[in-house]
């Protein structure tokens, strides 16, 4: 059977003050009103029956996303103690799935997306199921067609064709690159390069016995997660075996060994939509509607006045934010903090956000 997984587990620091540990950007409902996670939902309706999608989130976050996100159960919640990466969030969901279907392939997505427009998004899809259901030592990856010589993506060296569906096989994962090398990824197309979306297809079982070969320390405890979930062990077990598990990604501890391993293959199912990483605010901006300065507003009272290429948002509905001659800037208001900065500073919020968390505790981090 097919199922899906959403990780929604990141802490979205580079989108504080809105971003905070007890409301993560996944739950915020800034988009139109919608959050990220209710978004990678709806994109997901039309693909699969809701009792077969699962999301792995913050155990803190259960309760908030059963009041928000409609169609899904408790059971169908996957509630991390703390984050361990990428690899033990995909690792938990194989691992309790396998043991109620052995048969089971999984789509794994992640809560940071915008994907338009959703009916060819859920085609390619079908096709990355297709050839992980084909062939049990395929893991399917999806790849985006690169705008820009970014730095802020992983990107995927293509090789040969794989069958007829389109895929390709993938030489190698590159991690994030320095600008001239991007720009060489993009010169050479998206024939030979494509951004790795961190979005995946495999058999349940095939994840496992990755997980197994290159990192058998996570495959033990996930093992182990799997065959208690189903029974009054799962809390304790939980909280004792998952906060242990080496701390990795599954593109370094799975994706990239085995892309070279015989016993495997990887593929990449070109993905040539509309796709946006909402991780930071420049990418935020992207999803309003700029007026005719450029500027990008989310806040219900603004004033702008001689101000172009500037974001503003705001949580707080009766505070007013007016701009007067302000170029290229992110205005970001929360109730109880506010963030100023060039737009070309945005990389150092995470930065802020460290020692305001320093400085003020938990509370305003």
Known sequence: MRYAMIMAGGSGTRLWPMSRASKPKQLIPFINGRSLLQIAMDRLK?????????????????????????????????GEPEGRD????????????????????????????????????????NQGYEVAE??????????????????????????DPHGQSGARLVDQFKEKPD??????????????????SGMFVWQATTL????????????????????????????????????????????????????????????A???????????????????CQP???????????HLMLDSSNTLVASSDNQHLIAMIGCRDMIVIHTPDATLVCPADQTERIKQAYEMVKERYGHELA
């Not at 720009?183 to 790795?196: E, I, S, V």
């Not at 304790?236 to 990795?248: A, D, F, G, H, S």
Request: aromatic share 8%.
């Open 134 to 159: 084909t062939d049990s030592s395929t893991l399917v990856t999806f790849g985006i067609t690169p705008t820009a010589a970014t730095t802020a993506y992983g990107y995927l060296q293509l090789g």
């Open 291 to 301: 007026d005719e300065d450029g500027n990008a507003v989310a806040a219900a009272r």
């Open 86 to 125: 990428t690899l033990n969030a995909v690792g938990l969901a194989a691992a309790i799935i396998a043991q109620r279907d052995p048969e089971a392939t999984i789509a794994v997505f992640t809560a940071d997306h915008v994907i338009e427009p959703a009916d060819q998004f859920q085609q390619i899809v």
């Open 179 to 196: 600008t001239p090398t991007a720009k060489q990824y993009l010169d050479a197309g998206p024939h030979r390069y494509l951004w790795n």
């Open 208 to 267: 496992m016995r990755c997980i197994e070969k290159f990192t058998p320390l996570n495959h033990a405890g996930l093992q182990r997660l799997g065959k208690v979930w189903a029974s009054d062990q799962r809390a304790e077990e939980l909280n004792k075996i998952y906060r242990q598990l080496p701390k990795v990604s599954v593109d370094y501890a799975v994706m990239e060994p085995a892309a070279d391993d015989a016993d495997f293959q990887v593929v």
């Open 46 to 78: 039309d693909l699969l029956p809701a009792k077969q999608i699962y999301i792995c989130a913050g155990q803190s976050h259960r309760q908030e996303i059963l009041d928000t996100i409609e169609g899904i159960d408790n059971e169908r919640i996957l």
């Open 269 to 287: 199912l070109p993905m040539p939509l509309n796709w946006l990483d909402v991780g930071s605010w420049p990418a935020f901006a992207k999803t």
